[in-house]
């Protein structure tokens, strides 16, 4: 590592600490870690999203038009997708005390800058970087949660985990436009920046590296799930052994990416363009639409809780549980493509209907590929899986709002089912795939609680 970084460097173990000690301290720091990384995670969104909320006033201030938004947009997505493989590589050889900390201060200098900036160069190149530095968010919370959490309550754990996704966005939208409308549009960036910092500030006291650091023993270990500690498992890995050895010759990581690939087009296909379809084919009101998008993510929320519990209690499928939600996803864009204009419920309850079973996929895939690799490289897999579904997002932005300009809707939402049906098609192939540890007998003592 390069020198000026070495401070990121995984921390070293700690002496053992004595078995009454360790089991009073263990809980209180698996939930510390899970309460932090939820907490930094979250608010890694209000420096990522906030520009969608204002880009109108923005645009309209700086004399900036949609395509110029749009490319901004793209180019963020296409950023965020390559920094969440490459910020993920270097996060397993990271201590996540101080890289996710890192992350969120570079990605509040890029909304300072953005929002002191009137050039459209400038303002294209700080959120490109932005993107590339918001990869440094999931890594270092894959690495915590795949440490202090053992396989067979990583559904669970992850699943309330990822409510952070819709608690940053909740909040995103409120504070920058509350910022925007009271002070200027500069503030939409200004102030999530400086929360940013301070939560920056805020992790660097919570946040902890792996349990040895601290002399606990391996979660498998405290779980009663290994006798042992397992020193293959503990050891970190050198970057080939990370790209090549656990992830770019992995052939589940390629299914499973491959398949978030489709997903993705899924997901953001109605986050990206659901309300203009409402309003112009639906006759849907401005607020109608902006509602869709409410119900829509609002609705993933308890169904995300509850697919990744139900799938540590399918033995840890997560291709299965995945598999079982986007056909219900299938079937409810049939519904909208053959509900006729005057039904907008019937609309808003399918759109609801997507988005509590298109969710669980999202996240249950990232977990798979924590499942199928060394925890010590959870950061690399979940980035490698990421750059794929944001590679889906990118070419639905950009190849679904072509054809409807140039071939209407129909063929937008036909294409649309395409892709979720290749996603049920890749998802089959997976549906008998188990980790390892599932497969290995626990002793009697397993199945402590948080």
């Known amino acids: 590592m390069f020198a000026p970084f070495r401070f990121l460097r995984?921390?070293?173990p700690a002496p053992l600490l004595p078995q009454a000690e360790a089991e009073r301290l263990y809980p209180k720091l698996r939930w510390q870690i899970l309460?932090?990384?939820f907490i930094g995670y979250a608010t890694f969104y209000l420096v990522r999203n906030n520009l969608p909320v204002v880009s109108k006033e923005m645009g309209e201030a700086l004399a900036y038009s949609k395509a110029?938004?749009?490319?901004?947009?793209a180019a963020t997505a296409i950023a965020y997708g390559i920094g969440k493989f490459l910020m993920g590589a270097w996060s397993d050889r990271s201590n996540p005390r101080y890289f996710m900390p890192l992350g969120l201060l570079l990605t509040a200098l890029c909304n300072f800058l953005f929002g002191a900036m009137a050039s459209y160069s400038v303002h294209l190149l700080l959120w490109?970087?932005?993107g590339l530095v918001?990869?440094?968010?999931?890594?270092?919370?894959?690495?915590?949660?795949?440490?202090?959490?053992?396989?067979?309550?990583?559904?669970t754990v992850f699943a309330i985990w990822n409510i952070a996704h819709n608690v940053g966005g909740g909040l995103t939208g409120i504070i920058a436009a509350y910022s925007a409308h009271h002070l200027g549009w500069q503030y939409a960036f200004h102030v999530p920046a400086l929360l940013a910092v301070l939560c920056a500030l805020y992790l660097l006291l919570r946040l902890r590296d792996t349990p040895q650091s601290v002399g606990l023993p391996p979660v498998e270990v405290y779980r009663g799930e290994a006798p042992e500690p397992d020193a293959a498992r503990e050891r970190e890995l050198g970057t080939r052994e990370l790209l090549f050895g656990q992830v770019l010759n992995n052939r589940v990581l390629w299914l499973f990416a491959a398949a978030n690939f489709f997903v993705y087009i899924a997901r953001y296909s109605l986050l990206d363009w659901?309300?203009?379809?409402?309003?112009?084919v639906k006759n849907a009101s401005l607020t109608q639409g902006g509602l869709s998008t409410a119900v829509f993510e609002f609705a993933g929320i308890f169904s995300t809780l509850l697919m990744g519990w139900l799938s540590d209690r399918a033995g840890g499928r997560r291709g299965m549980v995945s598999l079982l939600c986007m056909a219900p996803v299938l079937l409810a864009l049939g519904g909208i493509l053959m509900?006729?204009?005057?039904?907008?419920?019937?609309d808003m309850a399918l759109f609801a209907v997507?988005?509590?079973?298109?969710y669980p996929p999202v996240m249950l895939l990232g977990v798979a590929g924590l499942d199928f690799t060394s925890k010590k490289a959870v950061g690399t897999a979940a980035g490698f899986i990421g750059l794929f579904g944001y590679l889906g997002r990118t070419a639905q932005g950009k190849g679904l709002g072509w054809v409807a300009q140039h071939y209407g809707w129909t063929p937008a939402l036909l294409a649309v089912l395409v892709c979720t049906l290749l996603s049920i098609v890749l998802l089959a192939a997976t549906w008998r795939l188990q980790p390892r540890d599932w497969k290995r007998e626990a002793p009697a003592e397993a199945g402590r609680h948080v």
């Open 10 to 12: 995984p921390a070293p």
């Open 35 to 37: 309460e932090a990384t």
């Open 68 to 73: 110029q938004i749009g490319d901004m947009l």
């Open 128 to 130: 490109t970087l932005n």
């Open 134 to 155: 918001q990869g440094m968010g999931w890594g270092p919370c894959g690495r915590s949660l795949g440490h202090w959490f053992s396989v067979r309550e990583r559904g």
């Open 274 to 280: 659901g309300p203009t379809y409402l309003k112009e």
């Open 339 to 346: 509900t006729p204009p005057g039904l907008l419920w019937v």
């Open 354 to 358: 997507i988005g509590f079973f298109v």
